[in-house]
T-cell receptor
Framework: AQSVTQPDIHITVSEGASLELRCNYS??????LFWYVQSPGQGLQLLLK??????LVQGIKGFEAEFKRSQSSFNLRKPSVHWSDAAEYFC??????????FGTGTKLQVIP | DAGVIQSPRHEVTEMGQEVTLRCKPI?????LFWYRQTMMRGLELLIY????????DSGMPEDRFSAKMPNASFSTLKIQPSEPRDSAVYFC?????????????????FGPGTRLTVL
C-alpha cells in the first residue's frame, strides 16, 4: 500500500533563511508526488507536483522539490523564507485511480 | 472563477442530531472527494466520486456516515446520528482530467472546509 512519511511535525526557521521539508514515500511504481500548503482556516492549495521528466520541479511562491528515486524522497525547498510562508505543508503520493494519500503534515513557523 | 464551495462553514450541533454538509465542485470537474481533518488523525480521505459514481468509500468511518452526489454540481455528506468524536473540519475537493496526464496526477482543488462541532 502506498504511504507518505513526513518526519518533522514542526519546524521553525528565521525569515530569510533557507528551508527544507522532508518527505519519504512508499509506492510500488513511479509515483505521482505532490506538495500542498494549508494556511490557517483554509483548504489545501497545490504548490507543485511531479509525475515524470525533470526530477527538479518548480512550483508557486518560489518553492521547488526534488524527486530522488533511490532515496524514495521528495523534499520541498525554498532558498529564502518569508513570514507569509508560515503554514502547514503536506506531501502526498498518488496511486490507483484518482486516490491520493497525504502525509501527516509539517507545521512551519517563521520567526523575525 | 468560483472555487469549490462548501456550506455551512461552521456547524455546531448536539449529539444525536443529523448533520448535512454540502459541496459544490468546480464546474467541469468530474471527480469529487470528501476529507476529514483532525489533530489526532490528520487528513483522511472518506470517499470519492468519479462522474457522480462513488468509487471508493473505504474511508467512511461507519454506517452513520453517508455521501451522495445526485448530479455533477452537488454533493452531500450526512452524519446521522452525530457523535462528539465526529467533531472535525470536513473538506471537499474536486479535480478534472487533463489531456495527456493520467488521472492520478490531477490537482485537487480544495474548498474552505466546514468546521463541525458536536456537543
Amino acid at each position: 500500500a502506498q504511504s507518505v512519511t513526513q518526519p518533522d511535525i514542526h519546524i521553525t526557521v528565521s525569515e530569510g533563511a533557507s528551508l527544507e521539508l522532508r518527505c519519504n514515500y512508499s509506492y510500488g511504481a513511479t509515483p505521482y508526488l505532490f506538495w500542498y500548503v494549508q494556511s490557517p482556516g483554509q483548504g489545501l492549495q497545490l504548490l507543485l507536483k511531479y509525475f515524470s521528466g525533470d526530477t527538479l520541479v518548480q512550483g508557486i511562491k518560489g518553492f521547488e522539490a526534488e524527486f530522488k528515486r533511490s532515496q524514495s524522497s521528495f523534499n520541498l525547498r525554498k532558498p529564502s523564507v518569508h513570514w507569509s510562508d508560515a503554514a502547514e505543508y503536506f506531501c502526498a503520493v498518488g496511486g490507483g485511480y484518482q486516490k491520493v494519500t497525504f502525509g501527516t503534515g509539517t507545521k512551519l513557523q517563521v520567526i523575525p | 472563477d468560483a472555487g469549490v464551495i462548501q456550506s455551512p462553514r461552521h456547524e455546531v450541533t448536539e449529539m444525536g442530531q443529523e448533520v448535512t454538509l454540502r459541496c459544490k465542485p468546480i464546474s467541469g470537474h468530474n471527480s469529487l472527494f470528501w476529507y476529514r481533518q483532525t489533530m489526532m488523525r490528520g487528513l483522511e480521505l472518506l470517499i470519492y466520486f468519479n462522474n457522480n459514481v462513488p468509487i471508493d468509500d473505504s474511508g467512511m468511518p461507519e454506517d452513520r456516515f453517508s455521501a451522495k452526489m445526485p448530479n455533477a454540481s452537488f454533493s452531500t455528506l450526512k452524519i446521522q446520528p452525530s457523535e462528539p468524536r465526529d467533531s472535525a473540519v470536513y473538506f471537499c475537493a474536486s479535480s478534472s482530467p487533463q489531456p495527456g496526464l493520467a488521472s492520478q496526477g490531477n490537482e485537487q482543488f480544495f474548498g474552505p472546509g466546514t468546521r463541525l462541532t458536536v456537543l
